[in-house]
């Protein structure tokens, strides 16, 4: 069957169903953005000439709102409690059902068990049939759900599903027997899926596949009427939890900032002002969606305190004209020395409160300082207020880089995780992306390839690993390798320059771009990218 793009979303949101705050929530998003979605849905429908797609049978199942997981997200809702994920979400509902998928939704195991046709009280029972979907979207949560469900089957059907994991999964933290006998073992990886399988929030490591969400898309008149209405000394900060306010040292530089900007604060309280939110901070509460985003049109500044990490409202400030003012974390937080990343699969050091900002936005939108440093702070918060309004023909507001997050990428990175063949081991030649985007590149000792792709304002593509794991790749590097190794090893392909020994790697599951080990150079394989669209290179289209 042909998929149709659909523009009304009601029937979506009788799908979405009700019970819970998180799913309120999640409908209000949908509802608020329908325009929007609308809009982006016949833009890209003309765009295609009206080309024949498939419909596909897609079953999402939100495994972390089940009360089979404990749902500790739902009561928390309305009390400042994680929305991202939530956004998320209903981001990728909206995203598929607008692309005109066939659609199954559920929140239960009992909705679980009924869409995959296991007999109801027979929990273990092993779904043995086919199985009745194109595509399952859904979280670590969901996954257990579906093996202690499906049983041995959930093999066989493996390469079906997409697993949202906002923060990622590492191939050393995936592969069970690699993760057991190196000690990369915690309670979410070893699934022993193709590591294109997890979908993150933002673009961490080209490892994994990138989800994103999706943040307001401005006509020219809404931007020329937030410039206008900006209110130039006014700072809101980023936390709606009173504990987010705990930082050290917070009176310090909330005492700085006071001294030239009035503060504004979104937190959450039940009768009285959280004590930890100074007297002088103008408190609105835990705002709707809609009126943050109204308070972010008026404010200059959007400043964070460390906590919560890579969540969406920096980029909804900055779409909406604000600067970010973030922290740096010196050491980086990971899950090494971070309890909040402790247990979580992936070894990835986080450089400040949100790095894809720092790293894919930057200045002038993003400023990324010390905290510590109370004059560092304070330059960057008189810096701030020189900075005149963003304005259309200087620099570009909101930022190109953006638009990664804006519906027509959010159809394309939807599309593009649709592919069924990241099947385990896959060994047939990518099409996509064209071989001809290979660049080569050595890194550092110690360097992971995405860093080292980086630093040639590349991006590592694994899927052009196996191009690469061979010794011709070796000789073309000109490296001289007395021995060559063939292993399973995270960091394979590698060279060891003090041994003169090079690695090749044994184990697809293994190839790695975050992977870096300190005696290794790794071998990577490179491609360049369209800027504000990470996943396409310049010949991709
Ligand atoms: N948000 C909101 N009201 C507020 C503060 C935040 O609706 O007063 C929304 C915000 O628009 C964003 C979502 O909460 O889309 C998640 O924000 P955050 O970046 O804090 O990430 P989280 O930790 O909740 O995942």
Same mark, same amino acid.
């Given at each position: 069957r042909q998929a149709a793009f659909r523009t009304d979303l009601t029937a979506l949101l009788d799908q979405v169903? @009700?019970?819970k705050e998180s799913l309120s929530f999640m409908k209000r998003r949908i509802r608020r953005l329908a325009a929007q979605w609308a809009t982006a849905a016949q833009r890209l429908d003309l765009k295609l000439h009206r080309r024949w797609r498939e419909q596909k049978k897609i079953l999402v199942h939100?495994?972390? =709102?089940t009360e089979e997981s404990g749902d500790v997200f739902s009561p928390k809702v309305l009390k400042g409690g994680p929305l991202g994920e939530m956004v998320q979400w209903a981001d990728i509902l909206t995203t598929l059902y607008v692309l005109g998928h066939n659609l199954k939704i559920s929140v239960s195991v009992k909705e679980l068990q009924g869409f995959l046709g296991v007999p109801p009280g027979?929990?273990?029972?092993?779904?043995?049939? !086919? =199985?009745?979907?194109?595509l399952i979207y859904t979280d670590y949560h969901g996954l257990q759900q579906m093996k202690q469900h /499906?049983?041995?089957s959930l093999k066989k059907h493996k390469c079906h599903i997409r697993v949202i994991d906002t923060f990622g999964t590492e191939p050393v933290y995936n592969h069970e027997e690699y993760a057991t006998l190196h000690g #990369?073992? @915690?309670?979410?990886?070893?699934?022993? =899926?193709? @590591?294109?399988?997890y979908m993150t /929030?933002?673009?961490?490591?080209?490892d994994n596949s990138f989800m994103g969400f999706v943040s307001e898309e401005l006509n020219k008149t809404e931007k020329h009427k937030i410039q206008q209405n900006k209110v130039k000394n006014m700072a809101v900060v980023y936390?709606?939890?009173? %504990? /987010?306010?705990? =930082?050290?040292?917070k009176e310090k530089f909330l005492e700085i900032l006071h001294r030239y900007m009035e503060v504004h604060g979104t937190v959450y309280y039940e009768t009285q002002r959280p004590p930890?939110?100074?007297?002088f901070v103008k408190n609105h509460g835990l705002l709707p969606q809609q009126d943050l985003q109204q308070l972010l049109r008026k404010a200059k500044l959007f400043i964070g305190f460390?906590?919560? #990490?890579?969540? !969406?409202a920096p980029l909804e400030a900055i779409a909406n004209g604000c600067i970010y003012l973030q922290p740096k974390f010196r050491p980086p937080h990971s899950s090494l020395n971070h309890e909040f990343f402790r247990g979580k699969p992936t070894s990835r050091e986080v450089s400040s409160q949100h790095p894809y900002a720092e790293q894919y936005i930057g200045r002038p939108h993003v400023m990324t300082v010390d905290y510590n440093n109370s004059e560092e702070f304070e330059t960057a918060v008189r810096e701030i207020m020189r900075i005149?309004?963003?304005c259309a023909s200087e620099t570009?507001?909101?930022?190109?880089?953006? %638009?990664?997050?804006?519906p027509r990428g959010m159809f394309m990175q939807v599309g593009e995780s649709?592919?069924?063949?990241?099947?385990?081991? %896959?060994?047939?030649?990518?099409?996509?992306?064209?071989?001809?985007a290979l660049r080569f590149r050595m890194s550092a000792e110690g360097q992971s390839c995405v860093d080292a792709c980086r630093s040639s304002d590349l991006v590592c593509e694994p899927a052009f690993f196996r191009y690469i794991n061979n010794k011709e790749a070796l000789s073309k590097l000109q490296v001289q390798c007395d021995v060559v190794e063939f292993e399973m090893n995270h960091v394979f392909p590698a060279f060891s320059a003090t041994a003169r020994e090079c690695g090749l790697q044994k184990?697809?599951?293994?190839? %790695?771009?975050a992977g870096f080990a300190n005696k290794y150079r790794r071998v990577c394989p490179c491609r360049d990218f369209r800027k504000g669209q990470v996943a396409l290179c310049h010949d991709c289209l």
């Amino acid at each position: 069957r042909q998929a149709a793009f659909r523009t009304d979303l009601t029937a979506l949101l009788d799908q979405v169903g @009700t019970g819970k705050e998180s799913l309120s929530f999640m409908k209000r998003r949908i509802r608020r953005l329908a325009a929007q979605w609308a809009t982006a849905a016949q833009r890209l429908d003309l765009k295609l000439h009206r080309r024949w797609r498939e419909q596909k049978k897609i079953l999402v199942h939100v495994g972390f =709102l089940t009360e089979e997981s404990g749902d500790v997200f739902s009561p928390k809702v309305l009390k400042g409690g994680p929305l991202g994920e939530m956004v998320q979400w209903a981001d990728i509902l909206t995203t598929l059902y607008v692309l005109g998928h066939n659609l199954k939704i559920s929140v239960s195991v009992k909705e679980l068990q009924g869409f995959l046709g296991v007999p109801p009280g027979r929990g273990s029972c092993p779904l043995t049939g !086919p =199985l009745p979907f194109d595509l399952i979207y859904t979280d670590y949560h969901g996954l257990q759900q579906m093996k202690q469900h /499906m049983g041995l089957s959930l093999k066989k059907h493996k390469c079906h599903i997409r697993v949202i994991d906002t923060f990622g999964t590492e191939p050393v933290y995936n592969h069970e027997e690699y993760a057991t006998l190196h000690g #990369y073992r @915690t309670n979410w990886g070893y699934w022993n =899926l193709n @590591t294109r399988q997890y979908m993150t /929030m933002f673009p961490h490591t080209p490892d994994n596949s990138f989800m994103g969400f999706v943040s307001e898309e401005l006509n020219k008149t809404e931007k020329h009427k937030i410039q206008q209405n900006k209110v130039k000394n006014m700072a809101v900060v980023y936390g709606k939890e009173a %504990s /987010m306010w705990k =930082l050290q040292g917070k009176e310090k530089f909330l005492e700085i900032l006071h001294r030239y900007m009035e503060v504004h604060g979104t937190v959450y309280y039940e009768t009285q002002r959280p004590p930890e939110v100074p007297a002088f901070v103008k408190n609105h509460g835990l705002l709707p969606q809609q009126d943050l985003q109204q308070l972010l049109r008026k404010a200059k500044l959007f400043i964070g305190f460390g906590f919560p #990490y890579e969540g !969406p409202a920096p980029l909804e400030a900055i779409a909406n004209g604000c600067i970010y003012l973030q922290p740096k974390f010196r050491p980086p937080h990971s899950s090494l020395n971070h309890e909040f990343f402790r247990g979580k699969p992936t070894s990835r050091e986080v450089s400040s409160q949100h790095p894809y900002a720092e790293q894919y936005i930057g200045r002038p939108h993003v400023m990324t300082v010390d905290y510590n440093n109370s004059e560092e702070f304070e330059t960057a918060v008189r810096e701030i207020m020189r900075i005149k309004e963003f304005c259309a023909s200087e620099t570009p507001f909101p930022p190109v880089n953006v %638009s990664v997050v804006w519906p027509r990428g959010m159809f394309m990175q939807v599309g593009e995780s649709g592919q069924v063949s990241w099947a385990e081991n %896959s060994t047939a030649p990518p099409c996509w992306p064209p071989l001809s985007a290979l660049r080569f590149r050595m890194s550092a000792e110690g360097q992971s390839c995405v860093d080292a792709c980086r630093s040639s304002d590349l991006v590592c593509e694994p899927a052009f690993f196996r191009y690469i794991n061979n010794k011709e790749a070796l000789s073309k590097l000109q490296v001289q390798c007395d021995v060559v190794e063939f292993e399973m090893n995270h960091v394979f392909p590698a060279f060891s320059a003090t041994a003169r020994e090079c690695g090749l790697q044994k184990e697809p599951l293994l190839f %790695s771009c975050a992977g870096f080990a300190n005696k290794y150079r790794r071998v990577c394989p490179c491609r360049d990218f369209r800027k504000g669209q990470v996943a396409l290179c310049h010949d991709c289209l």
